[in-house]
């Protein structure tokens, strides 16, 4: 198993990321204009980009502290991975601890999400920090696979 | 072992980024301005920063295909890693397939380095596809850790 693993600081409150994070308007300013379903615990989340969708059942959501996914649908190299973003307060930063884990293998797919939720994640710190983030399909173009 | 992957697409020809990545002046575009040493085969090239420098030794480096590092002076974590750089030609684009590996512990230093080296390879694609890319001390802040 292996693990994509990312660190970002948002100068703004863990309660203010974790919004983003759990309300279907954060998750569109951020991720994909096109989210829906319900991301409250139990819930599931369809996420909708142009080549397909991923739909994450919320594992766990600890206001200000944790939110954790798991892939329900979607790719099949994602299908059982948990995606996990835990939150910190540090000087005046909102640090997120990011984790896409359980990836089987290390294929060419991965080294591509791997970039591109470095991406989103920006777009999350943007967000929160201005009120406009990058979502898609207004995403940041990395490749020939977008 | 953990490895840090990611993946990028650069609208330009392989030998535009091979340059980019053994040339003193192409590092020095996309890294760190303050970039010095001797890019080719078992020389050493040191990478300073703010906070401290990186001394990578050149293990291998084949034009338009592969650029490999050892990490042989920097912070404690790094020294050992290998950094690598695989080129390929795909449709339009020339593939930068990237992994920065060997980490010992998955710690939280690794998760910040993870998404700096996802924000210098938009720097390095940046830099080929337009002339200017954004290296240190003109880099993009993600947090605290810079």
């Known amino acids: 198993m292996v693990d994509i693993l990312h660190r970002i600081g948002v100068t703004s409150s863990p309660d ?3 919004t983003a ?3 279907v308007e954060g998750l569109a300013g951020w991720w994909t204009r096109d989210t829906d ?18 739909d994450m059942l919320v594992l766990e959501a600890q206001p200000g502290e944790r939110v954790v996914w798991e892939v329900v649908d979607g790719p099949e190299e994602w299908i059982g991975t948990r995606v996990r973003f835990d939150l910190e307060k540090e000087d005046d930063y909102t640090i997120v601890l990011f984790r896409h884990e359980g990836w089987k293998e290390p294929v060419e797919f991965m080294h591509h999400c791997s970039t591109k939720w470095a991406t989103f994640l920006m777009s999350l710190k943007k967000l929160v920090e201005t009120g406009t983030g990058e979502p898609a399909p207004q995403d940041v173009r990395i490749s020939n696979w977008h």
Chains 1, 2 share one sequence.
């Open 21 to 23: 994070l759990t309300t």
């Open 16 to 18: 203010a990321v974790y």
């Open 37 to 54: 379903g319900d991301p409250g615990v139990g819930g599931v989340v369809r996420f909708s980009f142009e080549p397909g969708a991923f």
